[in-house]
């Protein structure tokens, strides 16, 4: 077994020890859903016109609070050292948590959402592209995630200055996100929209382990 | 096979912690670096682990520089540093074999560290309960319990008692006998037989 | 590489001292002749009336929004792989003067948005990712900031300006996205498609932007330069150790 | 100069030192209300009438990212220890805690309030009650922040945790806060709304204090 | 005024660390808790810090215990634990300084005991470019640096070179001869003249 796998293991182990907190990431997401009938009050038709949105902006808020456990904890208790004298390259490192970050967080995710949807009265042809959408930008937020959290490591407020360095970077993830539900409802052609969203997934796959792990040995430094 | 390293001077936020020093190790040679509070103990450490770069001079093996090969350098490296590196929700034996798998060690090694150290009978306990010294422990247990030639050691004896001081330095003794080299920071004086001494202090600022 | 590292500012201080007049002056004047074109010498638009005066500021303003941004990008990249301090130190120069232009694109834009689209703010592609600019802008600053040690931190912002350079194409093509109130380029490579009594003032404009920029960045890499000097000759006074740059130099 | 106006100025020299961390909750704040529209599409009227809604929404989730530094890092560095071993009245640390925290984040977020507020065309009558039931609900925010924050101490995964404490907590104060802004847009009386929040107030004065040294203490054992 | 506690046992964990232990210490006197990793050291500190509460037994002073005035426990007890409680972004000055006042010190108690531990050269310079030992030292400095007649120190040897371990002691003789009190968890053998051992061995699970 190579390292990769070895610590994709150790992660999905770990994160299993602390089952509580992919459910609580769900609830949040779920919860931060349910408020805003509270703000803007329950009119059907305006809750249905913003159900894509809503569902891809609270799944997005939800994520960020999770990217600042991917390297703190690790970091605090010296085992992000540890890690890094590994024999295996730092980016397969970051790879490997990425992945088990999705795991953890984007698939729990994906699930809930058609939940969130359903509450908010989405018309039943947008969950499709819903469903696909967030497949393909879920990825791309852990991918984005391992930067943010990367480069906030043993920064003050890293919780917030993290969401404030992501979010500007994952917005296009947002934008076709919501734009293929959308179009899906419209009745308008959702391929292109997933194109894009899939363009975005492989660059990620490219540009994030390189960046999260340099910033990370600028961390150790 | 010999590490060293020449002319090294390593600056840690914009001030010049020591410069212009050399260090070399042999198979079976232990290196202990003392010096004053400050004096850039571990720095150094932190420099042959290849952590931190140092701003000057080269750190290496025979065959090439830890820049030359950073996989090679981390296989030969095991370095136990201030932090413990150990997770609360596993248990004692579960901390152990994840690190020594991880670097080429396997179930058998982890437990014999274990042994080492006193632990083996606290190996189901979740960490969680340990306390100081028992936690340290366990961090220096990630050392024997995977091949590594070099061992870089940070304060090992920070809350050790008397009898783990005792296993420590067994341990190290049978590191070196078995052709290993050790390089341990620290303040208070270890007997270890005929150790290479490094005052930090001399290359302070200089 | 110490020497490299923490070079004494001197040399860099002399040159920077050549080269202000040749910033500083075209800056003032370009500046001056611009406004007298812009305000006096230009006919007030058929459909926009005075208001298109704005666009003197607005547009150059804009563009140094995002040609800023892509500088701190080269600079980082040079910094982080050449490992030149003066590198890092210009990008970290420059990012408060472009938060500014983009905050000056910003405010202009929105001024001049209230009479012609008849609301201080569209949710408009452009007017978002310039948004969003924005706020890459303030968060490199913040980033730059948040740490103990501010090596980490220089090193930190440098990469978050490379990963955010992403956002500069995003803006140029960005008015293709949705519908779009903002005005298309009209200023091409190949086509003019606006009058040159608006075109002039417009260039003489965004050419004393640019000196004034240059001009700027210079004095705020020195003022950099000497601060981060002090705090390391104050720490190894304290510390009764010599200041690297000190040791380097002796 | 007694113990709790020390540790209020303790708290604010810190936060003054790391002036940026103020700043970057109100980006956040603006930055999460700006990527609504992203997700749900830019048409004003939709958006004018989500105003109210989504400044409340956004500010609760901002607070919530900065409850997680209440504590935690004193904790984490063992300040905590010698504060609860300080002289004073734990309550009384606790409450000079909050009052810090809504100094340092519950006043940038009033301030930035009104932009968000324009972003969104929220109409022009809105604004008094808009700022009234900010004055008003902040510093409750920053109240039953400090419970949360407390009892999610030494808890893995501390920020969602938190946030899923706390979010049921301070719906009635989202709740109210949002009617305020749309009684008034409406024309109708604002005072009740603002009276309930004033009620809220008082009680999470009298109440998170107490709850709050309560796990502190817990969280020390 | 004499400080003791009697009957103590403390659960940690669903486990019984000690048990029937009693202890006294008097005006003047020094007492150090030694025993093994593990045979709760620190958890007898914090029980006498009043941090954490004992499964049996009382704590406390011939004027009443622990809990029945926990505001003027405090006011006499001065606590150094494992973690150092310095924040990085403060000068080495200001951080003494806080604490102090908080406590009921002044800026010249506060000055005199970074005096004591050798960081008043230090004392402009930010928190954060302080080494392990610097830093260790500059926790270490609360203690003198506010009134206290009872100074509870958990392994405060820990990460000191020789110098800052001379140092040490002689702060705690001082203390000792103005009447103040001294409990020291340790796993290094410290020569502090005629202290009390309690060995936390003896009470261990029993
Ligand atoms: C806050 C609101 C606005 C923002 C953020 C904004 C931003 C920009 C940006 C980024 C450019 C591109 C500069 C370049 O690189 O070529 C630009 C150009 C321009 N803007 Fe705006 N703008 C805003 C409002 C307006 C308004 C209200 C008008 C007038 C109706 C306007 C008219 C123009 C014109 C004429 C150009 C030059 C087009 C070209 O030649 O490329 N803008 N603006
Ligand atoms: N947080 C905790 N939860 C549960 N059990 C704990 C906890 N901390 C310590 N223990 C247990 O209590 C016992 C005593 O711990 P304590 O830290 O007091 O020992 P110690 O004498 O200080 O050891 P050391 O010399 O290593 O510091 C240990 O056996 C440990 O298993
Ligand atoms: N993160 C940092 N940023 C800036 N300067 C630092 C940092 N860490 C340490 N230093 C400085 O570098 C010098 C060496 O620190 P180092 O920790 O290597 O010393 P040390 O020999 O390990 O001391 P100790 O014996 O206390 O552990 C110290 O004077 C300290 O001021
Ligand atoms: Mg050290
Ligand atoms: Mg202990």
New binding site residues.
């Given amino acids: 077994m190579n390292g990769f796998a070895r610590i994709v293991r150790r992660e999905l182990g770990l994160a299993l020890r602390q089952a509580g907190d992919s459910v609580v990431i769900v609830l949040f997401f779920v919860l931060a859903a349910v408020l805003f009938p509270f703000g803007i009050g329950p009119e059907p038709n305006i809750l249905s016109r913003m159900a894509a949105g809503t569902v891809w902006v609270t799944a997005l808020l939800a994520a960020m609070l999770s990217f600042e456990r991917l390297f703190v904890p690790d970091y605090e208790d010296g085992s992000l050292e540890q890690l890094a004298l590994a024999p295996i390259p730092l980016e397969f490192t970051v790879l490997a948590k990425a992945t088990a970050h999705w795991l953890t967080t984007g698939l729990p995710l994906m699930a809930a959402a058609p939940v969130i949807a359903v509450m908010f009265g989405m018309p039943e042809h947008g969950y499709g592209a819903l469903m696909a959408s967030m497949a393909l930008g879920t990825p791309v937020l852990s991918l984005i995630g391992t930067v943010g959290a990367a480069l906030t490591l043993g920064a003050r407020r890293g919780g917030v200055l993290l969401a404030l360095l992501v979010l500007p970077l994952v917005i296009p993830v947002l934008i076709f996100g919501a734009a293929s539900i959308e179009a899906a409802i419209g009745g308008l052609a959702v391929a292109p929209h997933l194109l894009l969203m899939g363009g975005m997934l492989l660059a990620a796959l490219v540009l994030c382990p390189w960046a999260a792990a340099a910033s990370l040995r600028q961390a150790l430094e | 096979m010999r590490f060293f390293g020449e002319a090294l001077s390593c600056v840690r936020g914009e001030r010049l912690v020591f410069s212009g020093l050399d260090f070399s190790v042999e198979p079976g040679d232990a290196l202990v670096l003392t010096g004053r509070n400050g004096s850039g103990k571990t720095s150094m450490l932190r420099v042959m682990a290849g952590l931190s770069r140092c701003a000057e001079g080269t750190v290496g093996w025979e065959d090439g520089t830890i820049r030359d090969d950073p996989e090679r350098h981390c296989a030969r490296t095991a370095y136990a540093g201030h932090l413990d590196a150990v997770k609360p929700v596993l248990t004692v034996r579960e901390n152990a074999l994840g690190w020594a798998q991880l670097n080429g060690g396997d179930e058998a090694s982890a437990m014999a560290a274990l042994e080492i150290f006193g632990l083996s009978d606290l190996a189901d306990m979740p960490a969680r309960y340990l306390s100081a010294g028992q936690r340290h422990r366990l961090s220096l247990a990630r050392l024997p319990a995977r091949p590594a030639t070099l061992w870089l050691m940070d304060e090992p004896t920070v809350a050790l008692d008397a009898d783990s001081v005792v296993a420590l330095n067994r341990a190290i003794a049978a590191h070196r006998d078995s052709g290993g080299m050790a390089v341990i920071a620290t303040n208070v004086s270890l007997d270890i037989e005929d150790a290479r001494r490094l005052d930090m202090t001399a290359g302070a600022g200089a | 590489m110490i020497l490299q590292q923490y070079a004494n500012p001197a040399r860099f201080n002399r040159l920077a001292d050549r080269l202000m007049p040749y910033l500083a002056w075209p800056a003032g004047l370009l500046m001056a002749a611009g406004l007298y074109f812009g305000l006096f010498d230009s006919p007030p638009d058929y459909q926009q009336g005075e208001t298109v005066r704005i ?1 003197y500021i ?2 150059p303003s ?2 140094m929004a ?1 040609g800023i941004f892509v500088l701190m990008a080269v600079a980082s990249a040079v910094g982080l792989i050449w490992r030149h301090p003066l590198a890092h130190l210009s990008a970290q120069a420059a990012a408060p003067v472009g938060a500014g232009f983009t905050f000056l ?2 405010f202009t ?2 001024l ?2 209230k009479p ?2 008849g609301t201080w ?1 569209v949710w408009d592609a ?2 978002t990712s ?1 948004l969003i600019l924005f706020f890459l802008y303030l968060g490199y600053i913040a980033l730059k900031d948040a740490f103990d040690d501010p090596a980490r931190g220089e090193k930190a912002a440098a990469i978050l300006a490379l990963v955010g350079s992403v956002n500069v194409p995003i ?2 093509f960005s008015v293709d996205w949705w519908n779009t109130l ?2 298309p ?3 091409g490579v190949t086509k003019v498609a606006i009058h040159s009594s608006i075109l002039l003032p417009l260039l003489l404009m965004a050419a004393a932007f640019g000196f004034y920029f240059g001009a700027i960045l210079l004095i705020r890499m020195k003022a950099l330069m000497l601060a981060r000097r002090a705090r390391g000759m104050a720490m190894a006074q304290a510390a009764g150790r010599p200041a690297a740059g000190q040791e380097a130099r002796g």
Wanted: with cysteine; glycine share 8%.
């Fill in positions: 666009m607005h547009v804009a563009i995002e694109c910003l834009g929105s001049w948005g012609m689209w703010w452009r007017l310039v803006i140029k903002h005005q380029p009209s200023l």
